[in-house]
């Protein structure tokens, strides 16, 4: 994969709605095209469809999204997501199934995650070597 980070699906929201947080992450995005999993995309839609947005603001994240490379669901990436979470399970600091699902999209690729939700995934990173960027 031709990337150095993985979004994680708040810092992308932070991003499109280009809210002051934003500047604290944009940084670790410079010349590079960020990566960003399927789930978190999941999320994005949710979000506009609780929000009853209308199809100009749906268009405009969707050309948004067009900026990452979206990590699909493959084998890999399932097997990692299992390991993940039973690692946490097991240890017990249990994680939340979509964080799951973006953590193990960063270990499948050998990716940083950039976060702003450091919490939800010190189980990954103490646990299962997940790398955090911490702004």
């Known amino acids: 994969m031709n990337t150095s980070v993985l979004v994680d699906t708040d810092v992308a929201s932070y991003l499109f709605k280009n809210i002051s947080h934003a500047a604290r992450f944009r940084r670790f995005l410079e010349g590079i095209r960020p990566a960003i999993a399927f789930v978190s995309v999941a999320e994005l839609y949710k979000w506009a469809i609780k929000r009853r947005w209308g199809t100009k603001k ?78």
């Open 58 to 135: 749906i268009d405009q994240l969707e050309s948004a999204l067009r900026h990452y490379i979206v990590i699909p669901y493959d084998r890999d990436l399932t097997w990692s997501w299992a390991r993940l979470v039973a690692t946490c399970e097991d240890a017990g600091r249990p994680i939340a199934p979509s964080d799951a699902w973006v953590a193990a999209a960063a270990l499948r690729h050998g990716i940083p995650l950039v976060t702003n939700n450091q919490r939800h995934y010190e189980p990954a990173e103490a646990l299962c070597g997940l790398k955090l960027v911490r702004p």
